[in-house]
Nanobody, 125 residues
């Protein structure tokens, strides 16, 4: 089993930056990839970014490409999401999720069976 805990959320002004952390514990050696999702009030959970645990390959949603950077520190079992030039529409609860095997569609939250509790991000205009 893998457990995930997010941290780093908060309130930031438009144009500002935040860095989210996702700390993994348990059978971390079994992780294949970790992704970040977000969910705004009244909206569906949407994919933000993904990183393969060993190779470090990354993939981003078009809405955050060029502004967000996902990275991982295997020694610390932690995945980061650096968010720059933030916009009010980035306001959401952010969740990290992990998979232990390759999935058909990393954008689909239903493919993930391990989730953190989420961290709230608010961007003021």
């Amino acid at each position: 089993q893998v457990q995930l805990v997010e941290s780093g959320g908060g309130l930031v002004q438009a144009g500002g930056s935040l860095r989210l952390s996702c700390a993994a514990s348990g059978r971390t050696f079994s992780i294949y990839a970790v992704s970040w999702f977000r969910q705004a009030p009244g909206k569906e959970r949407e994919f933000v970014a993904s990183i393969s645990w060993r190779g470090g390959n990354t993939y981003y949603a078009d809405s955050v490409k060029g502004r967000y950077t996902i990275s991982r520190d295997i020694a610390k079992d932690t995945v980061y999401l650096q968010m720059n030039n933030m916009k009010p529409e980035d306001t959401a609860d952010y969740y990290c999720a992990a998979v232990v095997i390759p999935v058909m569609n990393c954008l689909d939250p239903a493919q993930y069976d391990t989730w953190g509790q989420g961290t709230q991000v608010t961007v003021s205009s």
